[in-house]
T-cell receptor, first 109, second 114 residues
Framework: GNSVTQMEGPVTLSEEAFLTINCTYTATGYPSLFWYVQYPGEGLQLLLKATKADDKGSNKGFEATYRKETTSFHLEKGSVQVSDSAVYFC????????FGTGTRLQVFP | NAGVTQTPKFQVLKTGQSMTLQCAQD?????MSWYRQDPGMGLRLIHYSVGAGITDQGEVPNGYNVSRSTTEDFPLRLLSAAPSQTSVYFC?????????????FGSGTRLTVV
């Protein structure tokens, strides 16, 4: 069946540091790939997406590239802010959306 | 505001009680689903629906029932609550199950079963 593996957190960074959160998946077919973000006490929000190989999704300074050959969709940001502190979920979707366990990001001033 | 509305936001139940978690969306989405979120386990799919009158089981369906009589509403029923059902529940909707356009999530219902 389909599955997704995310790096375990928490990831602790200083403001303006570079961020990478790794995500790999197994899926039949060619899933759409998503990153969702959950701020404290809130539901999940769509952060970015990519629907085919080599597509790059981007939003709010975050980027992720659909790598079909390595079945990966790593999330990156060049300079994190305190306001980026949240839990990030990688989610591939074929006929249903499945989630990784989430990676908590903590950014300190 | 358009979106997914979940009620209640918080609920405490005694073991064996029943209740219904409500979910409504006003975006005319065909696809709706319920997830539970537990620490260290991410979100797990409970039930989903690809349209009115059609429902199917997800990864962890036991102890939960759903129905979809209208496009807008997708309630989740706990028939006899157990402490293992203590969790945060999220409802999500999309134009289609392929989620090509992304899913919209409600703000969640925090359920405690004592």
């Amino acid at each position: 069946g389909n599955s997704v593996t995310q790096m375990e957190g928490p990831v602790t960074l200083s403001e303006e540091a570079f961020l990478t959160i790794n995500c790999t998946y197994t899926a039949t077919g060619y899933p759409s790939l998503f990153w969702y973000v959950q701020y404290p006490g809130e539901g999940l929000q769509l952060l970015l997406k990519a629907t085919k190989a080599d597509d790059k999704g981007s939003n709010k300074g975050f980027e992720a590239t659909y790598r079909k050959e390595t079945t990966s969709f790593h999330l990156e940001k060049g300079s994190v802010q305190v306001s980026d502190s949240a839990v990030y979920f990688c989610a591939p979707n074929t006929d249903k959306l499945i989630f990784g366990t989430g990676t908590r990001l903590q950014v300190f001033p | 505001n358009a979106g997914v509305t979940q009620t209640p936001k918080f609920q405490v139940l005694k073991t064996g009680q029943s209740m219904t978690l409500q979910c409504a969306q006003d975006m005319n989405h065909e696809y709706m689903s319920w997830y539970r979120q537990d620490p260290g386990m991410g979100l797990r799919l409970i039930h989903y629906s690809v349209g009115a009158g059609i429902t199917d089981q997800g990864e962890v369906p036991n102890g939960y029932n759903v129905s979809r009589s209208t496009t807008e509403d997708f309630p989740l029923r706990l028939l006899s609550a157990a402490p293992s059902q203590t969790s945060v529940y999220f409802c999500a909707s999309s134009y289609s199950g392929t989620g090509r356009y992304g899913y919209t999530f409600g703000s969640g219902t925090r359920l405690t079963v004592v």
